[in-house]
Nanobody
């Protein structure tokens, strides 16, 4: 059974840090693209950061550039999202996702929900004082 399980969410003060983790079972992150997405109440799910399958190309949403870092640990079938200098607007449920191949447009890696077919159940991040 294919499964992605996120962890690491929680309540953090503005300016704080969290590291989200996602472990895969029944499927592999090796040679597959990875994505982190988030969905705030009343908003659509949006791509936060994605990592390609073959050339390590990355995508970061403008709102998180310079603050978030995506990484993969193929040996342990995990992906991480390091989130620094968190802001209240980062509050959302965060999801990891994967698929069989990366999607590009104009040479740039795309990070859209339609590009990913396997999803975790999400982990809640609340940034509040």
């Amino acid at each position: 059974q294919e499964q992605l399980v996120e962890s690491g969410g929680g309540l953090v003060q503005p300016g704080g840090s969290l590291r989200l983790s996602c472990v895969a079972s029944g499927l592999s992150f090796l040679d597959n693209p990875i994505g982190w997405f988030r969905q705030a109440p009343g908003k659509e799910r949006e791509g936060v950061s994605c990592l390609s399958s073959m050339d390590d190309a990355t995508f970061y949403a403008d709102s998180v550039k310079g603050r978030f870092t995506i990484s993969r640990d193929n040996a342990n079938n995990r992906t991480y999202l390091q989130m620094n200098n968190l802001r209240p607007e980062d509050t959302a449920v965060y999801y990891c996702a994967t698929d069989s191949y990366s999607t590009y447009s104009g040479g740039k890696l795309l990070c859209r929900t339609i590009d990913f077919g396997s999803w975790g159940q999400g982990t809640q991040v609340i940034v509040s004082s």
